[in-house]
């Protein structure tokens, strides 16, 4: 049980194009998805907490225009990366957090993580 | 705020028994869990604690003492496999895990 998916795995576009990634909780109800990212050999550094029917909540220095995040259903979050440029070309993973699973409310299963690429 | 430490690299051989340590300093605290991630994929869950002692499940047990505020990840009979970075966390209020920045563990032959 608590398996995430993440859609798509990786994704090259060019500098500009805005980019969409999906993230969904299979056999749980995730009432909150956290979106991260990171960057070789570091640490994972959350962007934003989003719960489902409300406004995503980011970190200091995240911006929300270029990171938007929506909450749609308790099984999908999606994350568009606005404008992409160079600099964001990273590891972007989410988790999910809910009831249903083995572990306690606060437990984050992760999904697989896309890989950015951005020309 | 919430902190973690954990060492950063921890080296051991096949077969071998290694222990991963992290302190955290918590504003409120919850439980501490732990998680491995390899090279180019995404964390796995491994173990959560809320109550002191010792937490078993397979090779992997987890430790906590709440009065110390430490924990550790112990991996026995170590497998080329377990090569991995492992990450402590504990939750930090709103359902958000604070992370520590990870212990990378090379298996060695």
């Known amino acids: 049980g608590a398996v995430v998916s993440q859609h798509p795995s990786w994704v090259i576009c060019k500098s500009g194009t805005s980019v969409k990634i999906e993230c969904r909780s299979l056999d749980f109800q995730a009432t909150t998805m956290f979106w991260y990212r990171q960057f070789p050999k570091q640490s994972l550094m959350l962007m934003a907490t989003?719960?489902?029917?409300?406004?995503?909540?980011?970190e200091q220095g995240v911006e929300k225009d270029k990171f938007l995040i929506n909450h749609a259903s308790l099984t999908l979050s999606t994350l568009t990366v606005t404008s992409a440029h160079p600099e964001d070309s990273s590891f972007y993973i989410c988790?999910?957090?809910?009831?249903?699973?083995?572990?306690?409310?606060?437990?984050?299963?992760f999904g697989p993580g896309t890989r950015l690429t951005v020309l | 705020g919430q902190s973690l430490e954990q060492p950063s690299e921890v080296t051991a051989v096949e077969g071998a028994i290694v222990q991963i340590n992290c302190t955290y300093q918590t504003s409120g605290f919850y439980g501490l869990s732990w998680y491995q991630q390899h090279d180019g994929g995404a964390p796995t869950f491994l173990s959560y604690?809320?109550?002191?002692g010792l937490e078993e499940t397979g090779r992997f047990s987890s430790f906590l003492s709440r009065s110390d505020s430490y924990g550790y990840l112990l991996l026995q009979e170590l497998q080329m496999k377990d090569s991995a970075s492992y990450f402590c966390?504990?939750?930090?209020?709103?359902?958000?895990?604070?992370f520590g920045d990870g212990t990378t563990l090379t298996v060695k032959p």
């Open positions: 604690n809320a109550l002191d």
């Open positions: 988790s999910a957090s809910g009831t249903g699973t083995s572990g306690s409310t606060d437990t984050q299963y």
């Open positions: 989003s719960n489902e029917g409300s406004k995503a909540t980011y």
């Open positions: 966390a504990v939750p930090s209020g709103a359902g958000k895990s604070t």
